[in-house]
Nanobody, 123 residues
Framework: QVQLVESGGGLVQAGGSLRLSCAAS????????MGWFRQAPGKEREFVAA????????YYADSLKGRFTISRDSAKNTVYLQMNSLKPEDTAVYYC????????????????WGQGTQVTVSS
């Protein structure tokens, strides 16, 4: 089992920044890939970014590349999502997730999920 706890969400004005954290615990995390997804009301869960725990390889949704950055701190078992130049359309619940392969963009391929953290961007 892998337990994931997100934090760092909140209310921010358009153009601002937030950094989300995902604290992971449980099994050997070097065997997993980590991803961030988001879900706005009435919409499907959307891929944001992914990272391999061991090598730190990254993969982004094309529409978010350049504004969002995923990273991890192995010593702290934590994955981060730095979000810059935020827009009202970035408003959503953001989830982190873990899978056994790494760099996957489909939520169906992830095995473990956090509870989510709300990000609201005001115009």
């Amino acid at each position: 089992q892998v337990q994931l706890v997100e934090s760092g969400g909140g209310l921010v004005q358009a153009g601002g920044s937030l950094r989300l954290s995902c604290a992971a615990s449980g099994r050997t995390l070097s065997n997993y890939g980590m991803g961030w997804f988001r879900q706005a009301p009435g919409k499907e869960r959307e891929f944001v970014a992914a990272i391999t725990w061991g090598g730190g390889l990254t993969y982004y949704a094309d529409s978010l590349k350049g504004r969002f950055t995923i990273s991890r701190d192995s010593a702290k078992n934590t994955v981060y999502l730095q979000m810059n130049s935020l827009k009202p359309e970035d408003t959503a619940v953001y989830y982190c997730a873990a899978d056994h392969y790494g760099l996957r963009s489909s939520p169906r391929e992830y095995d473990y999920w956090g509870q989510g953290t709300q990000v609201t961007v005001s115009s």
